[in-house]
């Protein structure tokens, strides 16, 4: 092996420890668990240097979920690891504060929010609120509703106060703006739907755009 292979592996190495994040930072772990009958929560909390949290969420092959990070600090983030991976599938300091994606298998992930490494040595603090949503964690929680009123118990399911920040983590995905250049409205029902209208300003000019949630209160689509 020569130094230069040797000296490629270690900054290799080095590159993937610092996109990791938090990955070796002092972590607490938390169980979420939903409101009755809702299918999302928001969390509050508070990290200072190399001190993290370790969110664990039991979710099932096939179903959505959504994070959103808001924080005072930027330098605080979040990564996502699927049950039993050494890697994360998803790495905030990569990819923004807005997740959004299909679980590929059973079990429990893990939510780890964390400081980068120039933070946590600076001993910096972050307040932030995470927000998390699972596509049908109500629905799979208690007995299904009779099919002569489907409508009225998935209305009852999710909070319509969660729609915004879910809608804010979608149109981020789809226009490429970051979480925090995009406003969204509170959610009001619109025929047998729910609608968040939001916007955002980008080169000089202002984008609007709606998000739809079906009376369940699922995702449906951005535009």
Do not use: H
Request: contains cysteine.
């Amino acid at each position: 092996m020569t130094f230069r292979t040797v000296i490629t592996a270690f900054l290799t190495l080095f590159l993937c420890m610092s996109l990791a994040g938090g990955a070796f930072a002092a972590s607490k772990a938390v169980n979420v668990k939903f409101p009755r009958g809702a299918s999302g929560t928001s969390i509050d909390g508070t990290i200072r240097g190399s001190d993290g949290v370790r969110y664990l969420v039991d979710v099932a092959a096939g179903q959505t979920m959504s994070v959103q990070l808001d924080t005072d600090n930027p330098g605080n983030y979040f990564n996502i690891t699927a049950p039993g991976a050494s890697q994360a599938l998803f790495i905030g300091s990569v990819s923004g504060n807005s997740a959004s994606f299909q679980i590929p298998s059973s079990g429990k992930y893990e939510i780890n929010v964390y400081l980068m490494r120039n933070a946590a040595r600076r001993n910096e603090r972050a307040n932030y609120e995470l927000t998390i949503y699972v596509e049908n964690a109500a629905a799979q929680a208690r007995p299904q509703p009779r099919a002569a009123a489907p409508a009225a118990q998935a209305a009852d399911a999710v909070s319509t106060d969660l729609m915004p920040r879910f809608c804010v983590g979608e149109a981020s995905a789809k226009f490429g703006v970051r979480p925090q250049s995009i406003t969204a409205n509170a959610a009001f029902k619109s025929g047998n739907q729910y609608v968040s209208q939001g916007y955002f300003e980008r080169d000089g000019s202002t984008t609007f755009f709606n998000c739809w949630f079906d009376l369940g209160g699922n995702f449906v689509s951005v535009n």
